[in-house]
């Protein structure tokens, strides 16, 4: 079985300080791993995915990520925080080999505070 | 590119009624994904289309909901006869060949806004 986990329903933050989503993630092969983000009333979008290679993937808006094979983690970090960033974020993963889709965890509503 | 296109955006329907929802992919993708999200099931994946033929519709809640996908440019989900409990967004998305080994990213439409009453 494959899955993610988004341990935080909330994350409030102020402006310009740095913010953490989290993501841990289940799988019995090598994972895909992405993070969308989803303004209100709008689809989701891609920020950042890791397949391969560095650890550390930097995507759009500034965000980043750090693929922690130890620890199962694929978090999702910014240095400073915008007014802007606040939106729901999802953490998915595909496997290597398999299903063709992406299993998403149940998201995380980041609010930052001006 | 102008992305996924999904048709209505909006739409409120009574019991009983019949709803069809349209999704024009991204041009050359060969995958195509139905979604559905609700604030209690977050998003789940309905069905999923690969060169227009259904590979996995092991997430379509019961009979009443059908996809289809007549070309590599069009589908639809129908849901026959609706129920408030249908009520949800319904995301539309796509992905081009190759996903397997390369990670492709699936990218997703504005989302159709059901509402049944």
């Known amino acids: 079985a494959q899955s993610v986990a988004q341990p935080e329903d909330q994350v409030n933050v102020a402006e310009g300080n740095p913010l953490t989503v989290k993501c841990t993630y289940s799988?019995?092969?090598?994972?895909?791993l992405f993070w969308y983000v989803q303004y209100p009333n709008r689809g989701l979008q891609f920020l950042l995915k890791?397949?391969?290679?560095?650890?550390l993937v930097k995507g759009s808006y500034g965000f980043e990520a750090e693929f922690n094979k130890s620890q199962t983690s694929f978090h999702l970090k910014k240095p400073s925080a915008l007014v802007s960033d606040s939106a729901l974020y999802f953490c998915a993963v595909r496997l290597e080999t398999g299903a063709n889709n992406l299993f998403f965890g149940t998201g995380t509503r980041l609010t930052v505070i001006p | 590119d102008a992305g996924v296109i999904q048709s209505p955006r909006h739409e409120v329907t009574e019991m009983g009624q019949e709803v069809t929802l349209r999704c024009k992919p991204i041009?050359?993708?060969?995958?195509l994904f139905w979604y559905r999200q609700t604030m209690m099931r977050g998003l789940e994946l309905l069905i999923y289309?690969?060169?227009?033929?259904?590979?996995?519709d092991s997430g379509m809640p019961e009979d009443r909901f059908s996809a289809k996908m007549p070309n590599a440019s069009f589908s639809t989900l129908k849901i026959q006869p609706s129920e408030p409990r249908d009520s949800a967004v319904y995301f539309c998305?796509?992905?081009?060949?190759?996903?397997?080994?390369?990670?492709?990213?699936?990218?997703f439409g504005e989302g159709s806004w059901l509402t049944v009453v």
């Open positions: 041009s050359g993708h060969d995958y």
């Open positions: 998305a796509s992905s081009p060949f190759g996903a397997f080994w390369s990670g492709n990213t699936i990218y």
């Open positions: 289309f690969n060169n227009n033929v259904p590979i996995d």
């Open positions: 799988v019995s092969g090598n994972p895909y």
């Open positions: 890791y397949i391969t290679g560095d650890n």
